[in-house]
């Protein structure tokens, strides 16, 4: 009889801290879809290549946009995925839920198999870095700031719909990590 209970107490203890830890898990990945910096972390980190490290998660197609996710790709039909990023033949997306604000961006560009070239546009489609040509293998950091214009409910203009838009084109643009963080520069009119 003592040998039950015992093996019953074992049982629940384990039973709890499953349900615990899974409690925790769905309250870590809600705090990070619903809140803009998660944890208190002034930078929001996504990485499109590599394994995971700290707060920088790992994006892979079809990882497409969902509201409750908070980012995701947008029209990327042609995306694929690899250890050293996501490349398309011309075209992807990457939207990320941002409250308005002026935000400094930084791209890493690179890490295709083959050589890159890649143009970066925000916001309403303006050009935010020129032409990148990167050599197979490499990486290119660029840098820009840009401004999120609050939207009105149902607006679908890229400009005002709450989300940084970013789009990558050119000749097999390639994408490694993106780092998104609130500028101290005066947000543009």
């Known amino acids: 009889m003592n040998n039950f209970r015992t093996d019953t107490s074992l049982k629940l203890a384990r039973a709890k801290r499953a349900v615990l830890a899974a409690g925790a898990l769905l309250v870590s990945a809600a ?3 619903g809140v803009f910096f998660p944890d208190g972390a002034t930078t929001l980190h996504f990485a ?3 394994s995971p490290n700290g707060d920088r998660p790992i994006i892979r197609p079809p990882a497409f ?6 980012f995701g790709f947008v029209d990327s039909p042609a995306l694929t995925g690899s250890a050293r990023g996501v490349t398309a033949p011309k075209y992807f997306r990457f939207d990320v839920v941002l409250p308005p604000g002026t935000y400094d ?14 143009s970066v546009k925000a916001e309403n489609h303006q ?3 020129p032409e990148v040509r990167v050599a197979r293998g490499q990486n290119a950091v660029k840098t820009f700031t840009v401004t999120v214009k609050p939207g009105a409910l149902k607006d679908t203009a890229l400009e005002t719909d709450g989300r940084l838009n970013l789009e990558f084109e050119g000749t097999n643009p390639s994408l490694m990590k993106l780092d998104i963080k609130p500028s101290a520069k005066p947000a543009a009119p």
Request: avoid cysteine.
């Open 31 to 33: 705090a990070f879809a």
């Open 65 to 70: 946009f969902q509201a409750a996710d908070g």
């Open 127 to 129: 050009p935010v870095v």
């Open 105 to 118: 961006v930084a791209v890493t560009l690179g890490g295709a198999e083959t050589e890159s070239v890649t």
């Open 48 to 50: 499109f290549e590599g």
